[in-house]
């Protein structure tokens, strides 16, 4: 089995407070996949969307061109459940938070990298979490051998796969962790794959997660230290 893991995750790079007017905002790149995020809340809003007990969350999910399709609605769901998840909503009662996700380029592993924007946003506007969101891509290639019967040792892992190893993929899986102990918060995979598959694709997932959490820490004290100068 070729586990191509590529645990070297692309070029990573994360700026906060890119706009104006948010109470926080993040542009977070992965390989060429480019998302920009901003975050409004803890705001006033309508009493008939008002939960007495907590705050409510928005996930407005944009392409880089065009309105949102299908996909992109299924996405803006996914994310604001992990929003849900992870926010301590019960600090802010009747009033809600705003989530733009704004795609600026899609060149593969999508929903992992909005997800990682939307953590670095939240971080940014200081709003209180459980654990800061980590979100890994892994795609499953297999080869068929000219009877179309696959070898054992044809199986191929993708970490943050691109859009290319996306289209060669049989399986693509997409795991969110949280940053202090790793635990799984949600996964969503999409083609066949066995159980052992499934697992592989979790392990190479979560120790990728840990890499990413280093970069987090390392982005956020880059963003201090310029504030203290």
């Known amino acids: 089995m070729d586990l191509n893991s590529s645990l070297p995750l692309g070029n990573l790079q994360c700026e906060q407070k890119v706009l104006k007017n948010t109470d926080g905002s993040a542009m977070y790149t992965a390989g060429e996949t480019n998302v920009l995020v901003g975050v409004y809340g803890p ?3 309508k009493e008939s969307k008002q939960d007495v007990k907590q705050a409510v969350v928005e996930v407005n999910f944009r392409p880089k061109i065009g ?6 609605k299924y996405m803006e769901k996914f994310v604001c459940k992990i929003c849900e998840s992870v926010i301590l909503r019960s600090f802010h009662p009747r009033t809600a938070f705003s989530v733009i996700v704004q795609v600026m380029q899609d060149q593969g592993s999508l929903l992992s990298c909005a997800i990682n924007a939307v953590s670095m946003a939240l971080q940014d506007a200081g709003i209180s979490m459980r654990c800061m969101p980590v979100a890994v891509t892994v795609a499953l290639q297999k080869k068929e051998k000219e009877d179309n019967e696959m070898k054992d040792d044809s199986k191929k892992f993708v970490i943050s796969p691109s859009t290319k ?3 060669e993929s049989v399986a693509i899986a997409t795991f969110v962790f949280d940053s202090a102990q790793y635990d799984s918060i949600s996964a969503y995979a999409c083609g066949p794959m066995t159980s052992d598959e499934y697992r592989e694709c979790l392990r190479l997932a979560k120790e990728a997660s840990k890499h990413i959490v280093r970069f987090f820490r390392d982005s956020v ?3 201090v230290s310029t504030d203290i100068r």
Do not use: L, M, T
Request: aromatic share 0%; proline share 7%; net charge negative.
């Open 221 to 223: 004290s880059r963003k």
């Open 67 to 72: 309105i949102p399709g299908v996909a992109e």
């Open 165 to 167: 190893d996306e289209e």
């Open 43 to 45: 705001a006033d809003c």
